[in-house]
Nanobody
């Protein structure tokens, strides 16, 4: 069973940057991180969970971003470290949320939240 652990959140001023990490462990025998699609979601208090970004398995390799983060966020994969990153630049107060990474059994984007396995989340606060 794949386990996901998020890290890298924190408090940052508007316009600043953070890099979130999603470390995967317990990958199935014979599989690498390239065989999985990993998505990032976020949820702010009182708001619905929102899909932020996704990177497909290497068979596809496509990346996806919600419109509000395009041009500011970049998702990437480091297979040697079994880690997916979300580089967040030009952060805005509206980016404040608890960020989760997730995977499902399809190994393609988008991740279906109804069938996803989740990490515990990492908090991002953008405030002056």
């Amino acid at each position: 069973q794949v386990q996901l652990v998020e890290s890298g959140g924190g408090l940052v001023q508007p316009g600043g940057s953070l890099r979130l990490s999603c470390a995967a462990s317990g990958l199935a025998s014979g599989f690498t991180l390239d065989d999985y699609a990993i998505g990032w979601f976020r949820q702010a208090p009182g708001k619905e969970r929102e899909g932020v970004s996704c990177i497909s398995s290497s068979n596809d390799g496509s990346t996806y971003y919600t419109g509000s983060v395009k041009g500011r966020f970049t998702i990437s994969r480091d297979n040697a470290k079994n880690t997916v990153y979300l580089q967040m630049n030009s952060l805005k107060p509206e980016d404040t949320a608890l960020y989760y990474c997730a995977y499902d059994q399809t190994n393609v984007c988008p991740i279906d939240p109804d069938f996803a396995s989740w990490g515990q989340g990492t908090q991002v606060i953008v405030s002056s």
